[in-house]
């Protein structure tokens, strides 16, 4: 899908994560802030990703923020209450990878197929059970 001046809509929100953790430009996180929320796509979902992958570790009390902005963006439904929140998160000084990196894992990770479990219990040995739940 694409944005109201023609950027796929993957890209804005990757624009928008890697401005404001790059704190390069403040006028670029606005840009791409407003693309996303012009363009008609749910930013709601976006706010909450990025809180819970950089902020909810080192700034907690951010959540009832977001939260008290939510009320007021139902209330009028105006892109300032959104603009609070990044303006929040841009001017963070302490974001944290730790969610994200854990949650980029858990995607790629895989279990193998035939692991190794070891050998039997001894304790196990006195109970009857089918091969497949060993």
């Not at 929320?37 to 977001?66: C, H, Q, T």
């Not at 008290?68 to 302490?94: G, R, S, T």
Request: glycine content about 2%; proline content about 4%.
């Amino acid at each position: 899908m694409l944005s109201r001046y023609l950027y796929h809509n993957d890209e804005v929100k990757y624009s928008i994560i890697t401005s404001i953790l790059k704190r390069e430009d403040f006028n670029e996180c606005l840009f791409w802030i407003s693309e996303y929320y012009y363009s008609g796509y749910e930013i709601w979902n976006l706010v909450w990703k990025m809180y819970y992958d950089f902020y909810a570790i080192n700034s907690p009390k951010l959540e009832r923020f977001i939260k008290k902005m939510y009320k007021k963006w139902i209330a009028k439904k105006k892109i300032v209450y959104i603009l609070h929140i990044f303006k929040n998160f841009y001017f963070n000084p302490h974001p944290s990878n730790l969610t994200f990196l854990v949650r980029m894992k858990m995607k790629t990770q895989t279990t193998p197929a035939n692991s190794y479990l070891g050998r039997t219990p001894k304790w196990l040995k006195n109970f009857e059970y089918k091969k497949k739940y060993k």
